[in-house]
């Protein structure tokens, strides 16, 4: 079993929609928790941190289930520009500065 | 600007030979890691350092190198004992406070491509 699992997509979405997907974690004991953006062939930039009452960031919002180890990302009033691939990014607490990455989740916004 | 760079963009490889792939920060962060990417698979850690002189291997170390000499410099050699090298590399530093919610930031990565 994959310590993050993400569903791989890709989630096609209607410009001005609403989108959400999950991303589960192995390691109960997980305290740090990260969604990453990735565009085609770029660099991972870092999009939130979860915290554990959820977090909202604009248009993003992030939410962390313990008892069930997952987090979620909420997407509203999707633009073209959020066509892109997440990556669902786990510290456990054991291990520090060493992240577990999912391999991501890819949203495809269309006009 | 501070930020991450990495050189080349793109390499190529002959079977048999070693590559160094270059990474430098200015954003006088101590600890720097080196990530591999693979179609449909997450990152993978292949080494990483929390301050000068000293590193650590992470899950993939076989068959690549590193060096720390400069808080700033950490490059990366694939060697010929690693048989499968074509992928993206990338590499990140991060500062070492500490906290859980120290995150990590990306340089724009090389594509190694072998001949």
């Known amino acids: 079993r994959k310590e993050v699992e993400q569903d791989p997509g890709p989630f096609n979405v209607p410009e001005g929609a609403t989108v959400a997907f999950n991303c589960t974690y192995s390691?109960?004991?997980?305290?740090?928790f990260f969604w990453y953006r990735q565009d085609c062939r770029k660099e991972p930039k870092l999009l939130m941190s979860?915290?554990?009452s959820g977090n909202e960031d604009g248009r993003f919002t992030a939410q962390l289930n313990r008892a069930s180890q997952y987090i979620s990302l909420l997407i509203r009033d999707s633009k073209l520009s959020d066509s892109a691939t997440y990556l669902c990014v786990v510290r456990p607490t054991d291990s520090w500065g060493k992240l577990q990455f999912g391999a991501g989740t890819q949203v495809v916004v269309t006009p | 600007d501070g930020g991450i760079t990495q050189s080349p963009k793109y390499l190529f490889r002959k079977e048999g030979q070693n590559v160094t792939l270059s990474c430098e920060q200015n954003l006088n962060h101590d600890a720097m890691y080196w990530y591999r990417q693979d179609p449909g698979q997450g990152l993978r850690l292949i080494y990483y350092s929390q301050i000068v002189n000293d590193f650590q291997k992470g899950d993939i170390a076989e068959g690549y190198s590193v060096s720390r000499e400069k808080k700033e410099s950490f490059p990366l050699t694939v060697t010929s004992a690693q048989k499968n090298p074509t992928a993206f590399y990338l590499c990140a530093s991060s500062t070492r406070r500490g906290s859980l919610q120290e995150t990590q930031y990306f340089g724009p990565g090389t594509r190694l491509l072998v001949l």
């Open positions: 979860v915290y554990s």
């Open positions: 390691n109960s004991a997980s305290q740090s």
